[in-house]
Nanobody, 115 residues
Framework: QVQLVESGGGLVQAGGSLRLSCAASGSIFSFNFMAWYRQYPGKQRELVAGILARGNTNYADSVKGRFTISRDNAKNTVYLQMNSLKPEDTAVYYC?????????WGQGTQVTVSS
C-alpha cells in the first residue's frame, strides 16, 4: 500500500521560507505525476505545483517565482520550497501522487504565515 507523508509545515513570518517534504513509502518512479495542493477552510483543494516523471513542472499563478517543486528519486521524496511567503499562503498543504488509475494523498501539513 502506497503512503505519502508530508512534513515541514509550521508557523513563519511573512517574507520567510519553508520547505515541505513528501516522502513516499515506495519508489516515486511509478508516479506519473506528483503535486502539491493546498486547501483553505471551507474551500476545495487547489493545485499549487506539479511535476511530471520526466521533470516538467507547472505552478499556480499565485506562487510562480516564489515556490519551487522538485523530486529526489533516490530518496523517494518530493519537495516544495516556498520563499517570500505571504499570509494568503496560509493553508493545509497536501501531497498527491498519480499512479494510474489511482490517486494517492498524504495527510496534509499546516502552513501558517503571520503578517
Amino acid at each position: 500500500q502506497v503512503q505519502l507523508v508530508e512534513s515541514g509545515g509550521g508557523l513563519v513570518q511573512a517574507g520567510g521560507s519553508l520547505r515541505l517534504s513528501c516522502a513516499a513509502s515506495g519508489s516515486i518512479f511509478s508516479f506519473n505525476f506528483m503535486a502539491w495542493y493546498r486547501q483553505y477552510p471551507g474551500k476545495q483543494r487547489e493545485l499549487v505545483a506539479g511535476i511530471l516523471a520526466r521533470g516538467n513542472t507547472n505552478y499556480a499563478d499565485s506562487v510562480k517565482g516564489r515556490f519551487t517543486i522538485s523530486r529526489d528519486n533516490a530518496k523517494n521524496t518530493v519537495y516544495l520550497q516556498m520563499n517570500s511567503l505571504k499570509p494568503e499562503d496560509t493553508a493545509v498543504y497536501y501531497c498527491k501522487g498519480v499512479r494510474p488509475p489511482l490517486d494517492y494523498w498524504g495527510q496534509g501539513t499546516q502552513v501558517t504565515v503571520s503578517s
